[in-house]
């Protein structure tokens, strides 16, 4: 009376999970956002490119499924390497941390805003093709 199960393999999906997106944006992008402040005293078109690369790279490595992490990730991790980073230079100076994470922002905004847009239509593009999906 013993009901026999299948026994299911499992599934070999390549890519990266959403930690593993997760981490490898981050350390990428404080990596670079890091070394740009300490060299450059501030931020600007190197830690740009690097936040579009791993934006790219993380849509481009990453499982099915991982589409909001990559887009989510990469502007909260220069949020935190710029704060690091300008912490590391000048100090804990709240007032001027401030005034240097506000000037960091700006001028890293363009690329923010193109990684962003990427990251967020690659989100909803695929989320649309789930949905077409299951109601077919």
């Not at 060299?39 to 600007?44: A, E, F, L, P, T």
């Not at 230079?89 to 960091?104: C, I, N, R, T």
């Not at 949905?131 to 077919?136: D, G, L, N, Y």
Request: with cysteine; hydrophobic share 50%; charged share 15%.
């Amino acid at each position: 009376m013993s009901a026999q199960t299948e026994i299911k393999k499992p599934s070999v999906k390549v890519g990266l999970t959403k930690q593993g997106v997760a981490i490898l944006q981050s350390l990428f992008i404080t990596l670079v956002v890091v070394l740009e402040i300490l060299v450059r005293h501030g931020v600007g078109a190197i830690s740009g490119v690097a936040i579009c690369i791993a934006t790219i790279g993380s849509v481009r490595f990453g499982r099915l499924g991982t589409e909001y992490v990559s887009a989510a990730t990469a502007p909260l991790a220069f949020a935190f390497a710029a704060i690091i980073g300008i912490t590391a230079v000048d100090g804990l100076h709240f007032s001027k941390l401030g005034v240097d994470l506000v000037a960091a922002l700006a001028s890293a905004a363009p690329y923010l805003l193109l990684s962003a847009t990427y990251g967020w239509l690659n989100f909803l593009k695929s989320r649309r093709t789930k949905r077409s999906a299951v109601t077919k």
